[in-house]
């Protein structure tokens, strides 16, 4: 189905009937709909409009036995009762970092995370009206009474969106808080038009600095939040822009990496070895059929705890310091404190770590002021070697993380 107003209808109708809900990655497109029915083996399958070729076209779909229309008219008024462990929801990793995993959420699960997304979006004002780009968060504001208006540009491609278009919706719709990706934020930037609104709250990806200033300077009225989390867990913390100290601005463009902020409330966070393993009530403890489970959750006095595989540290006030992917490290260097310091140099658009490099070799996109400019500036960092690309692949979601599957294919094509 579409992301639509039927859409949300129809959650609520399966869940009255205590059907348990399988979404399929979107980004993943056809291939994410046939991970989705191996992995799910479902019962029945609900389409609508035009994806209802999906039944025909797709022979995965042949063999589920029930073919789910919506309803015009109502049925029976009919309200299953089940346990707050029953399964409610069976979404999908993005699959950036391999195989996409199956996380079951429980309802006990969503009213934890319900309650997690209440407060970080909590406002005095009762008449808030929310563009939302992540459709979970649209599901905690129908729990929480908060309107929500949905995208009018294709969810799949934030990256085609229009600023203009983006900024006659929200003035159309009365829009006074957005909830969008990094990559929406920067059309918005790109645009130079404040769409003047209260509140941005954006994640799904890395918010760097460089946006971060160009957000503060486009929109000098609106409140940024930059809000850390994954799939398995969100939110686990966020940061207020407005709080980010000179001394904070000066650590990440010189190699401490990206401030995350101080962990919410409901969130337990350790550094294990560098790594940011997370536990608390709405964080997954457990893949379906247990696949991914042996390399992401671990045992620790006897609570599952959830491995993000972004590496990260604590600083003197409590707060988490991202460092980007253990696995994307190359010569002792976290992506992060590389990445995150050439965003701030002159002429670069993006920055990617190539993992496991030998030298240590930082890919750059943008246009160099001079030649040597920006050898030099890795210089002061260290060991490091600069390499120009056109363009640094990103992951098909949110369009902001890097893709270093993608990254280390584009080299070996070179």
Known sequence: MPVGIDLYAAIAGLWRLGAVIVFPEPALGINGLRHALHIARPKAVLTSGIYRILNIIIPGLWRVKHKLR??????????????????????????????????????????????????????????????????????????????????????????????????????????????????????????????????????????????????????????????????????????????????????MENGGGLLAGPPVPETSVQIIADEIVVTGGHVNKGYLDGIGDAENKVMMDGVIWHRTGDAGRFDEHGRLWLLGRWSAKAGGYFPFALEVAARSWDGVIAAALIPGSQPVTLALSGREPRSGYWQEKAAALGDIIVMAMAEIPVDRRHRSKIDYAALKQALKSK
């Open 70 to 251: 919506l309803r015009e008219k109502p049925g029976a008024d009919i309200c299953e009762q089940v346990e707050s462990g029953h399964p409610a929801l069976i979404s999908f990793t993005s699959g950036s970092t391999g195989h996409p995993k199956a996380i079951v959420r429980s309802h006990g699960f969503l009213m934890a995370q319900n309650d997690c997304i209440g407060q970080m979006l909590a406002s005095d004002n009762d008449n808030e009206i929310d563009l939302v780009a992540f459709p979970v968060f649209v599901i905690a504001n129908l729990g929480s009474g908060v309107t929500s208006v949905l995208p009018d540009w294709k969810l799949s491609r934030h990256d085609r969106a229009d600023a203009a278009a983006i900024t006659r919706l929200i003035a159309r719709e009365r829009i006074s808080r957005a909830l969008v990706p990094p990559s929406i934020c920067e059309i918005l930037t790109k645009g130079g038009q404040d769409p003047g609104l209260n509140a941005i709250f954006t994640g799904g990806g890395p918010i760097f600095p460089d946006l971060m200033r160009r957000m503060m300077t486009v929109m000098p009225n609106t409140a940024i939040m930059a809000v850390y989390g994954s799939t398995e867990a969100e939110p686990i913390a966020h940061l207020m822009v407005a709080d980010i100290s000179a001394d904070d601005w000066a650590s």
